[in-house]
């Protein structure tokens, strides 16, 4: 691996997270039954993981600047509103589902992709920092992927998709790690004031995604309690989680 | 000032600030629906706003006692719901004029301001500053949920006055946990990991299952949504300025 020119390194590691992210599916391999019920809580679960990784984003972006990261947030929030307004003019399919189904799945999609952008940038910029922690770095990144996976493929295969197509749209996610790394990596002084606003973006986009579509989709079809319980205790598993990487 | 005579005044003031809540109500002769969804989430973003700020404490210590505390506080008000009977408790209606009503919602209202007087004591026993930034955010989240409480009891007879003071004492239980958990942490710092967790844990449990639920079907997801998170990010950013 040595030999390789450190461009082609940070874009294959970056690579390499992205690709866990697709072992977010498995789990899915186990779940036959697909009810609204079955919804409703693979919904609360994906709201938990969301939160509690944009709690993590939250403080890695208020170090670098706080205002920053809450402009940041604030711009995440309008673009998941436009994006659901343009979907929402539109009639949309997808795969199976339509409507408001499919515009849930598309959404999903749409949010943890371009939260992966700034991901991707803060893969990079770490990087520039020097090559000797990047395997660790790595080993991090894609493990956190691993709940980014499970909360894109809770909202996917109880509406119907394959696991594969789980996968598949789970690493399709993350795609933007390894573009964007390679940029961040090679202009990190020119790219960190912006971070800030990026991991901000990420953060405010799921929050406003977990509010405006998965909890009230949940609260619809579970019991309160339960929804309740999934969502907390995903958030306190997700942010310890991320504590320990 | 003596810290406990600072924590008894910081949280004294956030639960007199919800004598403030019946004020939107005054001259109104039915309370809109949409009002109250807006002020069920102007509650839950504080609510997880402070939730955050507390995990970001945590974070700075023992991380694996605070995730049990979390558990326990989930626990803790998942136990208390099931044991009084509120599980299913709509906080929210205005037509109800059962007797039990009355009562489950004061009681409800009383164990949600317990919680965040263990939230407030927590912060207070991390850094008396820091305490002081969760108090007030507590006090501004104590209005819009003592005008839902308000609206209830006024909808039952009870005089936007009284309304006011019933508000205030259902919330006195905040002051009470605040200060002791603030003295007990102090002369108990072990036990401050664990404190944290349990605040943070019951904060978001509470907002999922007191606060959400009912105001998506009042208000529609949209709005709840954007008065949520905007209201998150303003304590964030405030937590952010200040810290």
């Known amino acids: ?8 390194l940070v874009f294959l590691y970056g690579l390499v997270t992205a690709l866990a992210t697709g072992l977010g599916a498995l789990p899915f391999l186990f779940v036959r039954t697909i009810s ?10 994906a709201s938990g993981l969301m939160l509690g990784a944009s709690f993590g984003l939250v403080s890695e972006g208020t170090r670098y600047g706080a205002w920053q990261t809450i402009v940041g947030a604030n711009l995440g929030v309008v673009f998941i509103l436009l994006t659901q307004r343009y979907l929402q003019r539109h009639d949309v399919e997808f795969g199976d589902a339509k409507d408001a189904s499919a515009r849930r799945m598309l959404l999903m999609i749409v949010v943890m992709t371009v939260h992966s952008f700034s991901e991707g940038v803060a893969v990079g910029a770490s990087f520039g920092g020097g090559m000797t922690l990047a395997a660790v770095i790595t080993i991090a990144i894609a493990v956190h992927n691993i709940p980014e996976g499970l909360a894109i493929s809770a909202v996917m295969r109880p509406r119907g998709s394959s696991v594969a197509a789980c996968a598949g749209w789970s690493i399709f996610s993350s795609l933007p790690q390894p573009v964007m790394a390679v940029p961040a990596f090679l202009f ?13 973006f990420a953060a405010g986009a799921m929050v406003f995604m977990v509010l405006v579509e998965l909890l009230p989709e949940a609260f619809e079809a579970g019991q309160r309690q339960t929804v309740g ?10 942010v310890l989680f991320q504590t320990f990487l | 000032m003596d810290p406990t005579l600072y ?8 639960a007199a600030a919800s004598a403030l809540g019946p004020l939107p109500l005054v001259g109104q002769k039915s309370v809109p629906r949409t009002m109250i969804g807006w002020a069920n989430a ?5 609510m997880l706003g402070a939730a955050y700020v507390l995990s970001e404490i945590a974070l700075t210590g023992d991380a694996l006692p605070a995730a049990i505390g979390a558990v326990v506080g989930i626990g803790f008000i998942y136990g208390t719901h099931r044991a009084s009977d509120t599980m299913d408790l709509d906080l929210n209606r205005l037509s109800d004029t059962r007797p039990e009503y009355g009562y489950q919602v004061v009681l409800v209202n009383t164990l949600h301001s317990a919680t965040e007087g263990v939230a407030i004591g927590i912060a207070m026993a991390s850094n008396l500053g820091f305490g002081a930034f969760v108090a007030v955010a507590i006090a501004f989240h104590n209005v819009p949920e003592a005008t839902i409480l308000s609206a209830v009891l006024h909808s039952r007879g009870v005089r936007l006055r009284s309304a006011a003071g019933i508000a205030v004492v259902t919330n006195v239980s905040q002051i009470l946990l605040a200060v002791v958990v603030h003295s007990v942490v102090t002369a108990a710092p072990g036990l401050a990991p664990g404190a944290l967790g349990f605040a943070i844990g019951a904060l978001t449990y509470l907002v999922m299952v007191e606060l959400l639920p009912e105001s998506y079907k009042e208000a529609g997801p949209t709005s709840i ?3 949520t998170s905007i209201t998150m990010g303003v304590l964030v950013l405030a937590n952010g300025v200040a810290g």
Do not use: C, D, K, W
Not at chain 1, 188 to 200: F, N, Q, S
């Open chain 1, 1 to 8: 691996m040595n030999q390789l020119h450190p461009v082609v």
């Open chain 1, 36 to 45: 609204p019920r079955v919804i409703a809580y693979a919904n609360a679960i």
């Open chain 1, 188 to 200: 990190v002084e020119a790219v960190t004031p912006a971070l800030p606003y990026g991991i901000g």
């Open chain 1, 229 to 238: 319980l999934l969502v907390s205790l995903t958030v306190v598993g997700m």
């Open chain 2, 7 to 14: 924590v008894l005044t910081y949280a004294s003031f956030a």
């Open chain 2, 42 to 46: 102007l509650a839950a973003g504080a």
């Open chain 2, 225 to 227: 949504a954007l008065v």
